[in-house]
């Protein structure tokens, strides 16, 4: 990202508990470092820098000041706003029945802005019934171009 773009960046990350590790994890913004050991390589020197605990790294305040944290249940099927470039959703659509799945789906499609991403972990593959409303970016990974045409329903 050049500067301004980056100056423009917000990152919503939610849960549907306010109280659960994840929730403390990223309202701290510390990460244990043996969960960064995957980062490709330069990132973790660019973008964290050693916390208090031994052992553990902090997002780079400059990070830190584009996350919020909200709880959101996506069994709602509301979304939490418009207009997202990307929606990255990972370890959560496994739990779900194969309806909720789609309905989830297609709050998501309803959040992206025209032309925008969505990503999910390797496990999940987009039910044919949404083939109207997203395309596949590459073949092999799970990430998907929304697309205006068809209806995404409520």
Known sequence: MNHFAFNNLRID???????GQFARMIEAAVYPGDELSRLPEGILERYFEPAETPGHYRVIESIRRRIAFQQHDLLSFQE?????????????????????????????????????LFASEHTQEMPPELGPLFERV?????????????????
């Open 80 to 116: 939490i706003g418009h207009g997202y470039s990307l929606v990255l959703c990972k370890n959560v659509l496994l739990h779900f029945q194969p309806l909720e799945r789609i309905e989830v789906l297609r709050m998501f499609h309803r959040a992206l802005a025209p032309g925008g």
């Open 13 to 19: 990350a939610t849960d549907v508990e306010n109280t």
């Open 138 to 154: 590459l073949p092999n990974v799970q990430l998907f171009r929304k697309l205006d045409g068809g209806e995404c329903g409520s």
